[in-house]
Each structure stands twice: as C-alpha cells, then as structure tokens.
C-alpha cells in the first residue's frame, strides 16, 4: 500500500496510520512463520519425549508385576516354610515324647530285671529250705526260721521297691501309702501334692506348668495313681479322671462339674479347696486334687483348661 502512496505521503498523519498497519501485518505473518516452525519443532520434541516416557511406564509396569509375581511367590514360600517348620515342631515334640517313654520303658525294664534276679535268689533259697527239711538235726528248726525271717524281710523290702520306690525319680512313697490305709483322704491329698511338687522341683511355685507336666516321669503318675486306685477301691486316682475328662468332651467346666470342683457351673465357681470332700461319699474321682496342682487360680481358666489336657493325656 505504501508503494502506491507518493513518497510524501506517508508523512501524513493518513500515511502514518497506514505505514503502522503494514508494518504490523509484516511482523504478524514474521511472528506466524516463526510460530508454525517452533510449533513443528516442539511437537516432534513432545511426541519423542512421550514415546520415551510411555516406553519407561510400561517398563516400570512390567517390572512392578514381576516384583508383585516374586513377592506373591516369596509369600507362598513363607507359609509353606511355616507350615513344615510346625510340621518339624511337632514331629521333633512327638519323637521328644516317645524317648522319653523309651528312657522310662528302659528304666523299668532295668528295675524289672534286677527284681527278677532277687526273685531267682528268693526260689533259691527256698529250694535250699526245702532241702534243709529233710534232714535229722537239732538246729534245722532254728536255720529254717532264720532263712524265713529273712525271706519275708526281703520279699517286703522288693514289694517296697516295685510299688513304692520311683526308679525315675526316686521317690518314695511308702507315707502316701500309709495314709491311704488309713483312709486319711485329706492328709492324703495334701502328700500327693507336695510329693508331686517335689518330683518336678516346684516347691517354691506350687504349681506345675506346661512343661513340669510334659516332664512329669510317667512312672511316678502310676504309682500315685495305683495307691489312690487300689485303696479307694476305684473311686479316685488319675485314671478315674481321665474316663470322666474323656466323657466330658474334655470340657473343664463339665469335668469340674462332674468330679465335684465347681460349686457352681452357671457361674464356673470353683470351690475352695477347704470345702472338698475328703471321703468315699465324694464325687467319683474327687481326689485327687489334680487341678490344684495345675495351677487353679494360677492365671486365666483357659490355662487352666490347657494344662488339665496335658496333664491327663499324660497318663
């Protein structure tokens, strides 16, 4: 426009405006082409970059799901590992278990054959009796009765020694069996429980825990158990409670209920143990007070309940 325009024209103020416009249209289009290469430029740029970026997302994804696949499987491999080493646990507490019985079965069988080998001495010597019969002297009657009185002290003394004298231990139990006889159901019980304290080294405690009750020689629990058994006539001893745990679906309340420690199930009261029944009118294995020596009142009654199972399994 400007070209058209004389060259004096443009000093006019008309001019002036025109010459402002085309100048303005120049710097417009400058600025368009300028524009459209940094718009090129910029969207190559952002579209390369994108790529780059999509292509690492998707790598991080890709390892993200193999890091999720491991810790999924290391997880599994955890539980796996816990159950077989439970599975170990348990194997290595029966095998515990089991050479524990073997050790007693081995002491038993020990004491078994040295009784045998006195038995063989007593036969001996009665052979030697009766030897001793047939023959014409004036002393024979004085000899017999001699060799006798010593037989019966020696038949005692292995009586004594086979149900009375605890080989893993070393107990003996002669007083509880004294009591007993002498229907001193009380005093009995009384026995019973320090005695057992004593086996496991529990005096200070007065209880036994888990593991005095796993340890606990199965040997000194029959004797116990034989001696209140035979002197009751079948009404107490650990064998009785166990039928009637086993009855009772092993539940500590009927159980306690049924041998006569509960005063009363609604409320699971225990009774105290001075308002036990220290004769054969008691509840069928009343005595004797096995809960006692497991800890009643020694924490919570789910304990409790625990060691009653270990303990009667245990016979």
Not at 63 to 71: A, D, K, Q, S
Not at 112 to 126: A, F, G, H, P, R
Not at 173 to 197: C, F, I, N, R, S
Request: with cysteine.
């Amino acid at each position: 426009m400007m070209n058209n325009i004389g060259n004096s024209h443009w000093k006019t103020p008309l001019g002036c405006y025109e010459k402002a416009i085309d100048d303005l249209r120049r710097a417009r289009e400058r600025f368009q082409e300028e524009f459209q290469i940094l718009k090129v430029t910029y969207t190559q740029t952002l579209e390369s970059n994108l790529q780059t970026y999509q292509s690492e997302i998707n790598a991080l994804k890709s390892e993200l799901y193999t890091t999720r696949e491991r810790l999924v499987n290391a997880e599994k491999a955890a539980q796996e590992a816990q159950i077989k080493l439970i599975d170990v646990e348990n194997v290595a507490n029966a095998a515990q278990t089991e050479l524990r019985a073997i050790k007693e079965d081995m002491t038993e069988r020990t004491i078994n054959s040295q009784i045998i080998d006195e038995i063989t001495q007593i036969k001996e010597q009665l052979s030697q009796l009766h030897s001793l019969t047939k023959r014409d002297s004036s002393d024979m009657e004085s000899q017999i009765l001699q060799s006798l009185s010593a037989l019966q002290l020696q038949c005692t003394r292995l009586e004594a020694e086979l149900t009375l004298v605890s080989p893993a231990s070393g107990i003996d139990y002669t007083k509880l069996q004294e009591l007993l006889v002498e229907k001193k159901w009380d005093e009995a019980d009384k026995e019973t429980y320090t005695l057992m304290l004593k086996v496991a080294e529990r005096e200070g405690e007065r209880w036994l825990d888990d593991g005095n009750i796993k340890n606990f020689p199965r040997h000194d629990l029959r004797i116990i158990n034989n001696l209140w058994l035979k002197y009751s006539n079948g009404q107490f001893g650990f064998s009785v409670q166990k039928r009637i745990w086993r009855d009772a679906n092993e539940d500590y309340k009927r159980f306690g209920d049924r041998v006569g420690w509960l005063a009363n199930l609604v409320n699971s009261e225990w009774l105290k143990y001075e308002n036990y029944d220290f004769s054969l009118n008691a509840p069928e294995g009343h005595l004797p007070s096995t809960v006692q020596v497991v800890g009643l009142g020694r924490g919570n009654l789910g304990g409790l309940q625990h060691r009653l199972k270990i303990f009667l399994s245990r016979y």
